[in-house]
């Protein structure tokens, strides 16, 4: 439904511009959430059956050999909450990390969200590139946050 028709090259400035305001935006705006929002018992952050505890993401992604390569974009907000290491095992410390890690979690959905604003100004074939590339950018920091909390829970 492309409303908006520009020239090939601004076409790729808007699409770049676009993405570059709106994933620190959603990123700035779910680390300003209140941390009582993301609750791990809630349905959506729990693990399914068919992910067998965060083991299938290890079968099939290799996730712990890699993971810790991916840059935290939580570094990029001001006291953000650092999911990198548990440098304690209290219980109210473990507690905040898994609703942290259900924030980053819900953050990286949303960032595939946008994807289908680019259908405003895009071509139809550009378009479900810019949505392929929201799903192919956000669901590695799923797939972490979803493999971390059921290991750690356990």
């Known amino acids: 439904m492309r409303v908006l028709f520009l020239s090939p090259e601004d076409t ?18 779910s680390s300003r959430l209140p ?9 959506f952050f729990l693990a399914h059956p068919w992910e067998k505890n965060g083991r299938i993401y290890q079968v ?15 570094a990029l907000y001001p006291d953000s909450f ?5 440098p304690t095992v209290d219980l109210c410390y473990l507690n905040r990390w898994l609703r942290e890690s259900c924030r980053a979690e819900f953050c990286h959905w949303l960032m595939i969200l946008p994807g289908f604003l680019f ?9 479900w590139i810019m949505v392929a590339y929201a799903v ?19």
């Open 82 to 86: 650092s999911l990198q290491r548990l």
């Open 119 to 127: 259908f405003f100004w895009n071509s139809v074939f550009v378009s």
């Open 136 to 154: 192919l950018n956000n669901v590695v920091p799923i797939a972490m946050q979803r493999f971390n909390r059921p290991a750690s829970a356990a």
């Open 60 to 74: 099939f992604l290799r996730i712990r050999s890699w993971k810790g390569l991916v840059p935290r974009g939580g």
């Open 35 to 43: 941390i009582s929002w993301f609750d791990p018992d809630k349905p």
């Open 12 to 29: 790729l400035l808007l699409d770049l511009l676009a993405w570059l305001v709106i994933h620190p935006t959603i990123g700035y705006i």
